[in-house]
């Protein structure tokens, strides 16, 4: 499991229109510069999910070869019956086919949750695969490996969509950090507390472990660097990629408290070196808070909406 979290080392200039993330077991991650658009070449995909490649492109090519309307496809397969699966006009570093993130996606919850393996235990590596995705969803994920950020930091952003479509997606993982796995990561340090009679100062203790991992700092010296309320909520105020990290490690923590026994600040260290082995702890810079931000963008959008008498594709029930 230690390769499969690693986290990948990126390729800037792959090419002139692809970044290139790879983990330490040949698993390949890319991403279009210019768009976003993600995608795993097929011996990626076969190894981040435990697979030979043979057995990956021979389901890509049955999924292809289906006719969309009348298949026996498993329901994660049948969505993409008939179609490409592929990023159109790019190509991995042999030439082939790159597998598209939502096709990739399909096929770690088949190897997870479906396919029959040869022998005991041959689908662990999809089922942590699949942990790993479904909470962020496939293409942040990838982005995460990759590289690729949006421009969503500029002070006066060039389109006001884009900058719509890069609140959405940081205002979506600050919700899953808030909601899920900072929640499930005090559930696992709650249970923990209760079995070995410790002082309620654990939970603090592990949110702090949080701070100094990723930052060095604690929650109130950030806060003070940063001229923050003290009773502000300091991830309401990171970019998308520090949430994500944040994400990531209180659920990898919660696995280490609630299947090994770990003590929950020593769970955040090895989820630490797990995900990222080489990381060094520095500020994360803060931006405008993002519920302010979503107010902001559904107000302008809305008078967008008005002044122009048309529907603009901006969905206001973020």
């Given at each position: 499991?230690?390769?499969?979290?690693?986290?990948s080392g990126n390729e800037q200039n792959f090419s002139k229109d692809l970044l290139r993330g790879v983990d330490q077991d040949g698993a390949e991650y890319f991403t279009v510069k210019t768009t976003g658009e993600?995608?795993?070449?097929?011996?990626?995909?076969?190894?981040?999910?435990?697979?030979?490649?043979?057995?990956?492109?021979?389901?890509?090519?049955?999924?292809?070869?289906?006719?969309p309307n009348n298949n026996n496809l498993l329901p994660c397969l049948q969505p993409f019956a008939g179609m490409r699966l592929t990023l159109a006009g790019y190509s991995d570093g042999q030439g082939r086919d790159i597998v598209e993130d939502?096709?990739?996606?399909?096929?770690?919850?088949?190897?997870?949750?479906?396919?029959?393996?040869?022998?005991?235990?041959?689908?662990?590596?999809?089922?942590q695969a699949l942990r790993l995705i479904q909470h962020l969803g496939m293409r942040v994920f990838i982005h995460q490996k990759t590289g690729w950020k949006t421009n969503s930091g500029s002070p006066?952003?060039?389109?006001?969509?884009?900058?719509?479509?890069?609140?959405?997606?940081?205002f979506t993982v600050r919700q899953i950090l808030k909601l899920e796995d900072h929640r499930e990561l005090m559930s696992a340090v709650q249970r923990w507390q209760q079995k070995h009679?410790?002082?309620?100062?654990?939970?603090a203790d592990t949110n702090d472990a949080l701070?100094?991992?990723?930052?060095?700092?604690?929650?109130?010296?950030?806060?003070?660097?940063?001229?923050?309320?003290?009773?502000?909520?300091?991830?309401?105020?990171?970019?998308?990629?520090?949430?994500?990290?944040?994400s990531v490690l209180s659920k990898l923590a919660a696995n280490q408290i609630r299947y090994h026994d770990v003590h929950p600040v020593e769970a955040v260290d090895k989820a630490l070196d797990l995900y990222m082995p080489t990381h060094k702890a520095e500020p994360i810079p803060v931006i405008e808070?993002?519920?302010?931000?979503?107010?902001?963008?559904?107000?302008?959008?809305k008078q967008r909406r008005l002044a122009a008498g048309i529907q603009l594709s901006l969905p206001l029930n973020i």
């Open positions: 499991m230690g390769q499969l979290l690693k986290k993600s995608g795993m070449s097929h011996r990626g995909l076969a190894r981040f999910v435990g697979k030979v490649q043979e057995s990956v492109s021979k389901l890509i090519k049955k999924v292809r070869a289906s006719d939502g096709f990739c996606a399909a096929v770690v919850e088949y190897y997870a949750k479906w396919s029959k393996p040869r022998q005991p235990g041959g689908n662990v590596k999809a089922q006066i952003p060039n389109d006001f969509e884009q900058e719509f479509a890069a609140h959405k997606q940081r009679s410790a002082s309620r100062r654990i939970f701070n100094k991992c990723l930052q060095g700092l604690k929650a109130r010296e950030i806060k003070r660097q940063n001229q923050l309320s003290q009773h502000a909520a300091i991830r309401d105020y990171y970019d998308t990629r520090p949430l994500i990290e944040y808070n993002v519920n302010k931000a979503d107010k902001r963008l559904k107000a302008e959008a």
